[in-house]
């Protein structure tokens, strides 16, 4: 496939319809001494929004524009994106614009073509809406350049109106230096371009492209690139912000149905299936493409509403029937039981009795919990009492038992079942909608017992919002406390309360006086 995509990208380049301003090469021959330390790839298709204020990202950054080669791919707009780009192209000639005459229709081609014309040896790819940190490409590329790695993440902030959050945080959540891919948990969970910065000698060196899918294409381009990684790197701050002011509703993904969707998911499992990694690798990547990409779906307003169910459950089945010939059991690696639950039922093709796990997850707002040998427990009420799941195991659960104030300090006792106890490391007290206001605090657990004391003076320092508590668990993971109480913290200038949300969670907030 790799070599066919190659040699499409060539010809379209190549192509009478296609028009280059600025191609580097010739700008290398004239310039050869000032060489480009780092490429920038942008597909850009009727984005005349949005388009200026990802360029003049990239123009900003606190690294050297003159050392950036920034290649943009216009997928023949209709808007004036064309116009906007040729601008920016009289103005920099290190910002090359390639005019494709046809349009292709997804992202895929013309980032393919931006690799054929790039020329330096590290690689990031920018969505046209999207936009850079200030400082994004100095921290990646020092980084990378410090400790030698084909491979560097950083953090993405989701940006909307009014709210900025952090994206995939268990990419991001803490400094990694210099680490083999195998030991980046979760590294196969985020595959789409943002706050990645890689070697291009292996994406060159292996013939590693993106393949014309309607959706889905990052995830296998990605696959590829990280299975040849040897070592990377993870950097703790904001880089890429992804927008989320613009709903860009015609862009061709938006408009697939979660159906079309599910089917190139399989495509990309096959696909991987048929490379004959080392199992061990094999297993991670295909855990987070069945677990995550299938079955987490099904718990969806999409699919509960969906007619086309059972058309979704033959989907799971058959990826499931795939690896029955390899040595292990895909379902047996998943993390969520009640996704485990879910594929048994699939497997012994009790589709019914699927549709009837996920419609009560899905709707039921006050779901029963039972503690059992200090084990949590769902009590699934559509099944009957003999049915092996009526009760689903919880990974983690935790219920508030008592809260009071002293010494100045609010102080919350819980209770926290379930097999990831151990891992419970931190209390975390959010923000939900802007990234840097919360509190980080330590967390004592003896047993099932658990508590945190914060100092309300610190509370009192946090900006007007309203916030999420939550006990941060096995690096990344978040789970809400379970609270039926409410408790109002002594200050003067502003309320301060911690209170029970409408899904029974621990809840803080801090409003203005009247």
């Given at each position: 496939?790799?070599?066919?995509?190659?040699?499409?990208?060539?010809?379209?380049?190549?192509?009478?319809?296609?028009?280059?301003?600025?191609?580097?090469?010739?700008?290398?021959?004239?310039?050869?001494?000032?060489?480009?330390?780092?490429?920038?790839?942008?597909?850009?298709?009727?984005?005349?929004?949005?388009?200026?204020?990802?360029?003049?990202?990239?123009?900003?950054?606190?690294?050297?524009?003159?050392?950036?080669?920034?290649?943009?791919?216009?997928?023949?707009?209709?808007?004036?994106?064309?116009?906007?780009?040729?601008?920016?192209?009289?103005?920099?000639?290190?910002?090359?614009?390639?005019?494709?005459?046809?349009?292709?229709?997804?992202?895929?081609?013309?980032?393919?073509?931006?690799?054929?014309?790039?020329?330096?040896?590290?690689?990031?790819?920018?969505?046209?809406?999207?936009?850079?940190?200030?400082?994004?490409?100095?921290?990646?590329?020092?980084?990378?350049?410090?400790?030698?790695?084909?491979?560097?993440?950083?953090?993405?902030?989701?940006?909307?109106?009014?709210?900025?959050?952090?994206?995939?945080?268990?990419?991001?959540?803490?400094?990694?230096?210099?680490?083999?891919?195998?030991?980046?948990?979760?590294?196969?969970?985020?595959?789409?371009?943002?706050?990645?910065?890689?070697?291009?000698?292996?994406?060159?060196?292996?013939?590693?492209?993106?393949?014309?899918?309607?959706?889905?294409?990052?995830?296998?381009?990605?696959?590829?690139?990280?299975?040849?990684?040897?070592?990377?790197?993870?950097?703790?701050?904001?880089?890429?912000?992804?927008?989320?002011?613009?709903?860009?509703?015609?862009?061709?993904?938006?408009?697939?149905?979660?159906?079309?969707?599910?089917?190139?998911?399989?495509?990309?499992?096959?696909?991987?299936?048929?490379?004959?990694?080392?199992?061990?690798?094999?297993?991670?990547?295909?855990?987070?493409?069945?677990?995550?990409?299938?079955?987490?779906?099904?718990?969806?307003?999409?699919?509960?509403?969906?007619?086309?169910?059972?058309?979704?459950?033959?989907?799971?089945?058959?990826?499931?029937?795939?690896?029955?010939?390899?040595?292990?059991?895909?379902?047996?690696?998943?993390?969520?039981?009640?996704?485990?639950?879910?594929?048994?039922?699939?497997?012994?093709?009790?589709?019914?009795?699927?549709?009837?796990?996920?419609?009560?997850?899905?709707?039921?707002?006050?779901?029963?919990?039972?503690?059992?040998?200090?084990?949590?427990?769902?009590?699934?009420?559509?099944?009957?009492?003999?049915?092996?799941?009526?009760?689903?195991?919880?990974?983690?659960?935790?219920?508030?038992?008592?809260?009071?104030?002293?010494?100045?300090?609010?102080?919350?006792?819980?209770?926290?079942?379930?097999?990831?106890?151990?891992?419970?490391?931190?209390?975390?007290?959010?923000?939900?909608?802007?990234?840097?206001?919360?509190?980080?605090?330590?967390?004592?657990?003896?047993?099932?017992?658990?508590?945190?004391?914060?100092?309300?003076?610190?509370?009192?320092?946090?900006?007007?919002?309203?916030?999420?508590?939550?006990?941060?668990?096995?690096?990344?993971?978040?789970?809400?406390?379970?609270?039926?109480?409410?408790?109002?913290?002594?200050?003067?200038?502003?309320n301060l309360i911690f209170y029970t949300t409408k899904a029974n969670n621990l809840g803080f907030a801090i409003r203005e006086k009247n």
């Amino acid at each position: 496939m790799s070599k066919e995509l190659i040699k499409k990208a060539k010809d379209m380049l190549n192509s009478d319809q296609t028009e280059v301003k600025n191609p580097p090469s010739k700008k290398l021959k004239r310039l050869f001494k000032n060489k480009k330390k780092i490429s920038i790839i942008t597909a850009a298709y009727n984005v005349e929004d949005t388009i200026s204020t990802c360029v003049e990202s990239v123009i900003n950054q606190s690294y050297p524009f003159d050392q950036i080669e920034f290649i943009i791919v216009d997928d023949n707009s209709t808007d004036r994106t064309k116009n906007i780009l040729s601008s920016y192209a009289e103005k920099y000639d290190n910002i090359t614009v390639v005019f494709l005459g046809v349009n292709t229709g997804k992202a895929a081609m013309p980032r393919n073509i931006g690799l054929e014309v790039h020329t330096t040896d590290k690689v990031m790819f920018l969505d046209a809406d999207d936009w850079l940190h200030k400082d994004a490409l100095a921290k990646m590329i020092n980084k990378m350049d410090e400790n030698n790695d084909d491979f560097v993440i950083g953090q993405t902030i989701r940006a909307a109106k009014n709210e900025e959050r952090v994206h995939a945080e268990f990419m991001s959540y803490k400094e990694r230096n210099h680490i083999h891919p195998s030991k980046m948990p979760y590294l196969y969970y985020h595959m789409g371009p943002p706050s990645k910065l890689m070697r291009s000698s292996i994406i060159m060196k292996h013939s590693i492209r993106f393949p014309e899918f309607k959706f889905g294409e990052d995830k296998s381009f990605f696959i590829d690139v990280l299975n040849n990684c040897n070592y990377l790197s993870v950097i703790n701050e904001p880089i890429y912000y992804i927008n989320r002011y613009s709903t860009h509703q015609d862009t061709l993904t938006r408009t697939m149905s979660p159906l079309e969707k599910r089917l190139i998911d399989l495509e990309i499992i096959k696909n991987v299936f048929e490379k004959k990694l080392p199992i061990k690798k094999e297993k991670v990547i295909m855990k987070r493409l069945i677990e995550y990409d299938l079955l987490k779906t099904c718990d969806s307003y999409a699919f509960i509403r969906s007619e086309e169910k059972e058309a979704y459950i033959k989907i799971i089945k058959e990826a499931l029937t795939l690896l029955t010939s390899r040595k292990y059991d895909i379902i047996e690696e998943f993390d969520s039981p009640l996704l485990q639950a879910g594929a048994r039922l699939i497997e012994q093709d009790k589709y019914e009795q699927f549709i009837q796990l996920f419609t009560w997850y899905k709707l039921d707002q006050n779901k029963k919990i039972l503690i059992r040998n200090k084990k949590p427990f769902y009590v699934v009420p559509v099944f009957e009492k003999d049915n092996k799941y009526r009760y689903i195991e919880i990974s983690l659960y935790a219920r508030a038992i008592d809260s009071y104030v002293e010494n100045n300090h609010y102080t919350l006792e819980f209770e926290v079942f379930g097999r990831e106890k151990e891992s419970v490391y931190q209390v975390i007290i959010r923000d939900r909608k802007s990234v840097n206001n919360e509190i980080k605090l330590d967390v004592k657990i003896e047993g099932n017992n658990g508590k945190f004391s914060v100092d309300i003076n610190e509370l009192d320092k946090l900006d007007t919002s309203l916030f999420t508590v939550f006990l941060r668990y096995d690096g990344h993971k978040l789970i809400n406390i379970k609270r039926q109480l409410e408790n109002k913290l002594p200050n003067e200038k502003r309320n301060l309360i911690f209170y029970t949300t409408k899904a029974n969670n621990l809840g803080f907030a801090i409003r203005e006086k009247n």
